[in-house]
Nanobody, 116 residues
Framework: QVDLVESGGGLAQAGGSLRLSCEARGRTSTIAVTAWYRQAPGKQREFVADITGVGRTNYGDSVKGRFTVSRDSSGDTVYLQMNALKPEDTAVYSC??????????WGQGTQVTVSS
């Protein structure tokens, strides 16, 4: 069992930055990949970025070049550094993890609001 706890959301102005954190608790050694997704009101959930256990990263097209996903040295906390924010980045950002047994875990989500 893995629990994911997000933090770092809030309000930013367009062009500004925020950093989100996702702390994994429990059987963290079983995590194969950790990802960030977002969902804006009235829209489908969108993939933002992910990072594997060996540090390989992927990004959604809408955030490439602006967002960076990383992990701390323990691997238990994953960060999403968001730069050059746009109003269209406004959404609830959720952390997701999948373990080697294909079990899926979701965090509670954190609101990011970007004002123009």
């Amino acid at each position: 069992q893995v629990d994911l706890v997000e933090s770092g959301g809030g309000l930013a102005q367009a062009g500004g930055s925020l950093r989100l954190s996702c702390e994994a608790r429990g059987r963290t050694s079983t995590i194969a990949v950790t990802a960030w997704y977002r969902q804006a009101p009235g829209k489908q959930r969108e993939f933002v970025a992910d990072i594997t256990g060996v540090g390989r990263t992927n990004y959604g097209d809408s955030v490439k070049g602006r967002f960076t996903v990383s992990r701390d040295s323990s691997g238990d906390t994953v960060y999403l550094q968001m730069n050059a924010l746009k109003p269209e980045d406004t959404a609830v950002y959720s952390c997701f993890a999948q373990d080697w047994g294909a079990n899926k875990y979701w965090g509670q989500g954190t609101q990011v609001t970007v004002s123009s």
